[in-house]
């Protein structure tokens, strides 16, 4: 069993930063794959980051360029640095760990709003 609980959301202003941290509870942290997701209002969820348990990363094609995703396993802990934020990017960030491309476990979320 795996917990995850993000933080680091907020309001901030477009192309500004912030970096979201998801910590994670469970001494297999480091088997699995990390991934970032978000589900802006009235769309779908989306991928914008993962990364595997060899550090090798992901990235959706809107946040390229943007956004870098890390991972400390000895801090049972994962990053998204975001930077150049646009308000399209505006919706709640996921953290979710798994592994043979299934995420079995999801944390609750947190609030990204970019204003313009």
């Known amino acids: 069993q795996v917990q995850l609980v993000e933080s680091g959301g907020g309001l901030v202003q477009a192309g500004g930063s912030l970096r979201l941290t998801c910590a994670a509870s469970?001494?297999?942290?480091?088997?699995?794959?990390m991934g970032w997701f978000r589900r802006a209002p009235g769309k779908q969820r989306e991928l914008v980051a993962a990364i595997s348990s060899g550090s090798s990363t992901n990235y959706g094609d809107s946040v390229k360029g943007r956004f870098t995703i890390s991972r400390d396993n000895a801090l049972n802990t994962v990053y998204l640095q975001m930077n150049g934020l646009k308000p399209e990017d505006t919706a709640v960030y996921y953290c979710?760990?798994?592994?043979?491309?299934?995420?079995?476990?999801w944390g609750q979320g947190t609030q990204v709003t970019v204003s313009s």
């Open positions: 469970g001494r297999t942290f480091s088997w699995y794959t």
């Open positions: 979710a760990a798994g592994s043979r491309g299934e995420y079995i476990y």
